[in-house]
C-alpha cells in the first residue's frame, strides 16, 4: 500500500502544479496588447465632410459614444468599422458643454462587436495606468497608446498620452479594459508625450440613457463606398506625374476652379519644383496616415477669393454641396468633403472664409463610355447649380492614370470586394 501510495505522490504533486499554474495565469492582469485585441473591434472611424474622429460602441442596438466636437456641423455622418466596411449614422443626443455625443448606425452592423463597459467613476487615481485606443486611417482601423494620469479635476482628467490624430471620440480604459473617460482634445509639449484632456466616463451615462429612448428608427444597412483595399503602385506615381499636364484636368467656370485630381496630378501639385529639375520627389502619399497611395479620384472646387487682409481671404461664393452624374446618376462619393473657415488652403493663403469642396470618388466612375457631369451648388445662386460636362478626353486621361492600378488589381471593375 506504501508503495501504491509513493507511486502516487508524484502524480498529484503534478496535478497541484498544473491546476496553481492555471489559477496564476488566470489571476495574471492582461497584458496591453490584450486589453487592445479585446477593445478594438469596438473602437470605430467616425467620418464627417470635414474631417473625422473615432468613437465607440457603448449599447448593442448601435449606439456609438464621440466627441460633439468630431460632428461639428456636418450634415454627412458615416461610422467606419475597418477599411472596407462604412455605414451611415445618425445623431440621437448632444451635449457641447461636455463635448459629447452619442450616434447610431444600424444594429446589424455592429452584430459580433460587444459595447464596452463603463468602470466606476470614482475608479480613476492620479498614477494610474491607462489606455488610449483611437480610430485611425490604417489597416489595423485602430491605434493603441498608453500613459499615466497626471492630474484629477472636476469634469476632467488629465493624462501625460498621445492622442493620435483622429483619436478624440475614443475610449481611455483601465487596467481591467473598463472604459475611464473619452478622449478630447491634445496639447503638444517641447518635450515628452504631451497631455491629452478627458471627459469622466460617468458624465456620458445621462445622455447615453436619452439617446437610448429614442424612437426614430435605425439608419439604413446599405453599405457606403470605401477606398480599394489595392493601393495604387507608388512606384509610377512619379513617371505618370511628369508626362501630364496639371491644367488639362480643369476648368475655370463663373468664377470657379474645378479640377479632377488622380493621384498622378497630386502628386505633380506636391512635386512641382522637382518634377521639372528632374528629381525623384519626397513620395507622396494621398493621406499621409495611410502610409500609403490610395486609389481616389478626387474633385476640388475652389471659388474666386477676394483678400481681406495680407493673412486672410473671402470667397465670392461659397460651396455648400458637389455632385457628380454618371449618364445622369448621382454618383455615391467616398467622402463629400467641404472645408470652411480653415487655416490651410489653397495658393498658401493662410486663412479663409467660406467653404471650399474636395469631393473624393472610386476610380470605376471614370471609366470611359458614359456620361459625365459635375454640379456645384453654392450660396446665392438661388437653387441653380454650375455644371461641367466633363470632355470624353478628360475622361479617357482620367481612366489612364489608373492604368497601373488596373494592373496591380486581383481582378478588373467590377469585382471589388470579391
Known amino acids: 500500500m506504501a508503495a501504491s501510495g509513493e507511486d502516487a505522490h508524484p502524480h498529484r504533486m503534478r496535478l497541484i502544479v498544473t491546476l496553481v499554474a492555471s489559477l496564476g495565469a488566470q489571476m495574471a492582469p492582461p497584458s496591453d496588447s490584450d486589453l487592445f485585441e479585446r477593445a478594438r473591434r469596438s473602437v470605430v472611424l467616425v467620418e464627417t465632410e470635414s474631417g473625422h474622429g473615432s468613437g465607440f460602441l457603448v449599447d448593442a442596438g448601435g449606439l456609438i459614444l464621440t466627441n460633439d466636437h468630431v460632428l461639428g456641423s456636418s ?6 468599422l475597418d477599411p472596407e466596411r462604412k455605414y451611415r449614422a445618425v445623431v440621437l ?7 459629447l ?15 464596452l463597459t463603463f468602470a466606476d467613476g470614482a ?14 486611417l490604417t489597416d489595423a482601423g485602430a491605434v493603441l497608446t498608453t500613459g499615466i494620469v497626471s492630474r484629477l479635476a472636476p469634469g476632467n482628467i488629465i493624462a501625460d498620452l498621445n492622442v493620435n490624430s483622429g483619436g478624440s471620440g475614443g475610449p481611455l480604459l483601465d487596467l481591467k479594459g473598463d472604459v475611464v473617460g473619452i478622449c478630447t482634445y491634445f496639447q ?3 518635450a515628452g508625450p504631451g497631455l491629452a484632456g478627458i471627459v469622466p466616463a460617468h458624465l456620458a451615462t445621462g445622455l447615453i440613457a436619452r439617446a437610448g429612448q429614442s424612437r426614430s428608427d435605425p439608419p439604413s444597412f446599405d453599405p457606403l463606398p470605401v477606398a480599394s483595399a489595392t493601393p495604387y503602385p507608388a512606384g509610377a506615381l512619379r513617371e505618370r506625374a511628369a508626362a501630364l499636364r496639371p491644367d488639362a484636368y480643369g476648368k475655370t467656370i463663373d468664377g470657379m476652379r474645378l479640377d479632377v485630381l488622380t493621384p498622378p496630378v497630386v502628386y505633380r501639385e506636391a512635386h512641382e519644383a522637382d518634377i521639372k529639375k528632374g528629381g525623384q520627389g519626397a513620395g507622396y502619399t494621398w493621406q499621409s496616415n495611410t502610409g500609403r497611395v490610395e486609389a481616389l479620384v478626387g474633385v476640388r472646387v475652389v471659388p474666386e477669393m477676394h483678400p481681406i487682409d495680407e493673412h486672410r481671404v473671402r470667397f465670392v461664393k461659397s460651396i455648400r454641396s458637389v455632385r457628380l452624374l454618371r449618364n445622369g446618376v448621382e454618383v455615391m ?4 468633403g467641404r ?14 472664409e467660406g467653404c471650399l469642396a474636395f469631393y473624393q470618388y472610386q476610380p470605376e466612375a471614370f471609366a470611359p463610355g458614359a456620361a459625365l457631369q459635375i454640379e456645384v451648388y453654392s450660396d ?10 466633363l470632355p470624353p478626353a478628360l475622361i479617357a486621361r482620367v481612366w489612364a492614370d489608373f492604368k497601373p492600378w488596373l494592373a496591380a488589381l486581383p481582378c478588373p471593375p467590377p469585382c471589388r470586394g470579391r
Not at 93 to 98: F, I, K, V, W
Not at 101 to 115: F, L
Not at 123 to 135: E, F, Q
Open 123 to 136: 475608479s480613476v487615481k492620479v498614477g494610474a495606468r491607462v489606455l488610449a485606443i483611437g480610430s485611425a
Open 93 to 99: 443626443a448632444r451635449d457641447s458643454t461636455l463635448d
Open 333 to 336: 462619393p467616398i467622402v463629400p
Open 380 to 389: 446665392g445662386a438661388r437653387g441653380k447649380p454650375r455644371r461641367w460636362n
Open 75 to 80: 450634415p454627412y455622418l458615416a461610422v467606419g
Open 188 to 190: 503638444k509639449a517641447a
Open 101 to 115: 455625443a452619442v450616434i447610431r448606425v444600424n444594429p446589424r452592423a455592429m452584430e459580433g462587436i460587444r459595447p
Open 339 to 352: 472645408f470652411c473657415d480653415r487655416a490651410i488652403a489653397p495658393r498658401d493663403v493662410r486663412q479663409f
